[in-house]
């Protein structure tokens, strides 16, 4: 069985720093590139980053481009995203995803989700 369990969500002021990680179970994690989306309130699921299988490749949104930084651990099975500079417009419940295959930006590319974690940032 599946399974991806996010953690570091939280509540943080602007311009704060957060590190949300995503631990995988019950996969080959080295076979998967990983991704991070995000949705708030009443909008749809966002791409925001992604990471190929042996973390030689990233890829990311434009909102966060050199704010965020995704990276894994594969000896942990887990994969992790950097949030740095962080605005009120990146409030949202954030979804780690596993892909076997190349690094995709798009929901339905996508295999597995975690249950998501809530990030909250105030002005």
């Known amino acids: 069985q599946v399974q991806l369990v996010e953690s570091g969500g939280g509540l943080v002021q602007s311009g704060g720093s957060l590190r949300l990680s995503c631990a995988a179970s019950?996969?080959?994690?080295?076979?998967?590139?990983m991704a991070w989306f995000r949705q708030a309130p009443g909008k749809e699921r966002d791409f925001i980053a992604a990471i190929t299988w042996s973390g030689g490749g990233t890829e990311y949104a434009d909102t966060v481009k050199g704010r965020f930084t995704i990276s894994r651990d594969n000896a942990k099975k887990t994969v992790y995203l950097q949030m740095d500079s962080l605005k009120p417009e990146d409030t949202a419940v954030y979804y780690c995803a596993a892909r076997l295959g190349p690094v995709g930006r798009l929901k339905h590319e996508y295999d597995y989700w975690g249950q998501g974690t809530q990030v909250s940032v105030s002005s």
């Open positions: 019950g996969l080959t994690f080295s076979r998967y590139a």
